[in-house]
């Protein structure tokens, strides 16, 4: 039996999830315009759609897989399995308005208009706080709308928040924190349930394996104490003694983000010749 994984033709998420399945061992070719690959190491077939469709293509078991945004996810609302988050396309579902409006928190959005290609989420998150608005379905240029007199404000995606600064926008209040996940088809056949589990077991070594670094350095033994507890790693660090008395050499992993904290004090603490390097793959 055949797997097939919905992956993004387009957008924010077509390389870096074309990449991710690349690095967890897939082999394949893609040109700009395929439709469907055939993966040559194993019994999968990579179908390249729309980001937005995923959600329903997997829900109906046309594909067992599929790597699209949580907002999408969210905004579908079908039952799907959100198996693994992938740690890229990160951005934000905000509420927005014109720099001049007096709205500064979520209550005072009662009673708007908000233009928004998010509608289901919009209506579930101010429903839940209590807050009555009218949704203005839009697709598109969303942040154009209050120049136009379309809505009193509007919900959409924000990265660094550029767009919404040119088109005189300023954001109240975040109503979704989204990635790119890797979601199942929750009824996914048994004959099927294998193949996937190992998807999703190579495609999260590497997932994790880009979140971290594995750091090797000497130092004093005496120091081994010290630098335990800033590098724990995942169970403890690796200690092996070198050939100059009273000297090891420390190996562990740290999170990427932690290493502008990590590496001044692991220097302090009086290790030295700390190489800090990649990791393909990582299964905690």
């Not at 708007?112 to 608005?133: D, L, M, W």
């Not at 590497?206 to 800033?230: K, Q």
Request: overall charge negative; charged content about 20%; hydrophobic content about 45%.
């Amino acid at each position: 039996m055949t797997l097939r994984i919905a992956v993004p033709n387009k957008g924010r998420l077509d390389e870096p999830a074309t990449e991710v399945l690349r690095q967890s061992g897939m082999r394949f070719e893609r040109t700009p315009r395929t439709l469907s690959v055939p993966v040559s190491n194993l019994d999968i077939e990579l179908l390249f759609v729309r980001t937005e469709d995923i959600p329903e293509l997997v829900s109906d078991g046309i594909v067992g897989l599929g790597i699209t945004g949580l907002d999408l996810i969210e905004e579908a609302g079908l039952p799907l399995e959100t198996v693994l988050p992938l740690g890229f396309g990160h951005c934000s579902l905000a509420a927005a308005v014109p720099l001049g409006s007096e709205i500064g928190a979520v209550e005072d959005f009662t009673g708007c208009r908000i233009a928004t290609s998010h509608p289901q989420t919009t209506n579930r998150f101010f429903a839940g706080k209590g807050v009555e608005i009218t949704t203005v379905p839009l697709r598109g240029s969303v942040e154009v709308a209050p120049r136009l007199d379309v809505a009193d404000a509007v919900v959409d995606l924000v990265s660094s928040g550029s767009t919404l600064r040119v088109n005189g926008l300023r954001q109240v209040v975040t109503i979704l924190e989204s990635q790119a996940y890797l979601i199942r088809d929750p009824k996914l056949s048994d004959g099927l349930l294998p193949l996937a589990n190992q998807v999703r077991t190579m495609v999260a070594a590497v997932a994790t394996a880009r979140s971290n670094r594995y750091l090797m350095m000497n130092a004093p033994e005496a120091a081994v104490e010290t630098i335990s507890r800033l590098i724990p790693g995942l169970a403890a660090p690796t200690v092996v003694p070198l050939a100059g008395a009273g000297m090891v050499a420390v190996h562990s992993v740290v999170a990427a983000d932690d290493l502008w904290r990590v590496l001044p004090a692991l220097e302090q603490a009086g290790a030295g010749g700390i190489l800090v390097l990649p990791i393909e793959a990582l299964i905690p």
